[in-house]
């Protein structure tokens, strides 16, 4: 059974596609860009704020999803230069955990909205918010994309 996955303090989609998919006991993320939650606009700046935001929006779906960096197995990276991948892998560190998830980074000739990076992962947990029976948290699976 596939679910979606949003959540109010990340991206919202630009396209026909939801943010994440839940499947049994793996979630997917979309590529995510840095776009304000708020606004809907790219972020000001260079990679490494791009990143940040790209990497916060990661975050609020995962919390959506109840769970965390923690579970996250594989992620690919997208950059507009592959110049800037010693500023972008400084802010990703920031934020994944021991060990790092398995990646592939690559530069690609264009991005949405001319975005310097996009982020997209996959994520293998046991429980998600409200699966475990002890677990009372209210998730944001499954209520639909546009919350």
């Known amino acids: 059974m596939r679910q979606a996955v949003s959540a109010r303090n990340a991206a919202k989609p630009i396209g026909p596609y939801s ?5 049994g006991n793996l979630l997917f993320l979309s590529g995510q860009v840095a776009f304000d939650p708020s606004t809907g606009a790219l972020v000001d700046g260079d990679i490494s704020a791009q ?9 609020a779906l995962l919390e959506a999803a109840g769970t965390d960096f923690g579970h996250v197995v594989r992620t690919t990276v997208f950059l507009a ?23 592939s980074t690559v530069q690609v000739a264009r991005l949405p ?10 994520i293998a947990a046991g429980y998600f918010a409200g699966d475990h029976p002890r677990d009372d948290r209210a998730g944001t699976i499954g209520r639909g994309l546009h919350e």
């Open 51 to 59: 990143t940040d935001q790209v990497m916060r929006n990661i975050g």
């Open 113 to 122: 909205r001319d975005a310097r990076v996009e982020i997209d992962a996959k």
């Open 19 to 23: 943010p994440a998919i839940r499947a």
């Open 81 to 103: 230069d592959m110049g800037e991948f010693a500023k972008m892998n400084e802010v990703y560190a920031r934020y994944v955990v021991d060990p790092p998830p398995a990646r």
